[in-house]
């Protein structure tokens, strides 16, 4: 839901990838990321064509993982911005391949003829804004010194792809470099490479439709920790979402009348006095609310690198008591 870019690009491209491997093997040669036909027949095309279309199903498979667990990103940024950075990221990587290419062969005396294809180097660009804007929150421990996070999946993917070639790691390194500067404040790439207005209305009327997906009306089945301790949690977190979600609902529907900012101490109440007992049977009188939180400037600033106003980072994070995971995790959702 809200990701049809994300999900047109796992289809198509896994599909045409799928049919090239099985059925149209005579037309891989037209697919192929070949170095040499580029540099010397000036044949561009294969730029187009070698960079979109994985050959190798293993690369298909775990691009594809990645793409879906990427989606986030286009329900954060919508499927303009997002489909800016990925062209962004494609051009740039385009550049950085036959700059790595060159260095390895003066450096190392290395002759690469020839790359993996397909859409490998925008995948690990979205390594850059997964590692600096998704908030890392700790599952469970292994030996007791390793951490497993809500992330740790994610990276393991993007490792099976690494390992998955013997040149990957040149478009894997291109991918990140672009996503680095494509991110950069300095340099300002975004404002140069991005999907013009136009362009995204007439994706818009004529694709997003077919690849839009309804919005689920029933709430998915989460499956249950292994300890009670786990499952009370889980509880406790479902509970608030579906308060949260049924008080942004009301919100929603006041706040083009109010024509300002969303109250974030009304939809936060359940999360600050979740440990409260008697929270459901009292009110705190206003002599005992206590004062506000101060809030630090730099977690404010983290919020507002991933795309959220000011007053929104101020107001979540007081509310949250200054936790920025809760405050992350509910802008994201709402």
Wanted: hydrophobic share 45%; glycine share 6%; net charge positive.
């Amino acid at each position: 839901d809200k990701a049809p870019l994300s999900k047109s690009l796992l289809l198509v491209l896994s599909a045409i990838s799928v049919l090239l491997t099985l059925l149209f093997q005579h037309y891989q040669k037209f697919f192929a990321y070949n170095l040499q036909a580029i540099k010397e027949d000036f044949q561009i095309w294969r730029l187009v064509c070698g960079r979109t279309i994985c050959l190798d199903l293993k690369d298909t498979f775990c691009s594809s993982l990645l793409i879906y667990n990427f989606r986030i990103f286009e329900r954060r940024y919508g499927s303009r911005k997002f489909s800016s950075f990925l062209l962004g990221v494609w051009m740039l990587s385009a550049l950085f391949d036959l700059l790595l290419v060159e260095i390895a062969q003066y450096i190392f005396g290395i002759t690469i003829n020839s790359l993996p294809s397909g859409f490998l180097a925008p995948v690990f660009a979205l390594f850059v804004p997964f590692y600096s804007s998704i908030p890392r929150v700790q599952v469970t421990q292994v030996l007791g010194h390793f951490s497993i996070t809500n992330k740790s999946l994610v990276y393991i993917l993007g490792l099976q792809l690494l390992t998955s070639g013997s040149y990957i790691w040149i478009l894997a390194l291109s991918g990140l470099i672009s996503g680095i500067c494509y991110n950069s404040s300095m340099l300002k790439v975004h404002r140069i490479l991005c999907v013009p207005r136009w362009v995204a209305k007439i994706f818009s009327w004529t694709l997003e439709p077919v690849f839009s997906s309804a919005e689920p009306t029933n709430e998915v089945r989460v499956g249950m920790g292994a300890t009670v301790d786990i499952q009370r949690q889980q509880r406790m977190e479902l509970l608030d979402r579906q308060i949260m979600m049924s008080q942004v609902a009301q919100m929603r529907r006041q706040r083009q009348q109010q024509g300002g900012m969303i109250n974030w101490n009304r939809l936060f109440p359940p999360l600050r006095h979740r440990h409260n007992a008697n929270y459901q049977d009292h009110r705190p009188s206003e002599q005992g609310i206590p004062p506000p939180t101060e809030v630090s400037e730099e977690q404010v600033a983290r919020l507002m690198e991933m795309g959220f106003s000011r007053g929104d980072a101020l107001e979540a994070l007081r509310a949250s008591n200054n936790d920025l995971n809760v405050a992350t995790n509910f802008l994201l959702q709402h």
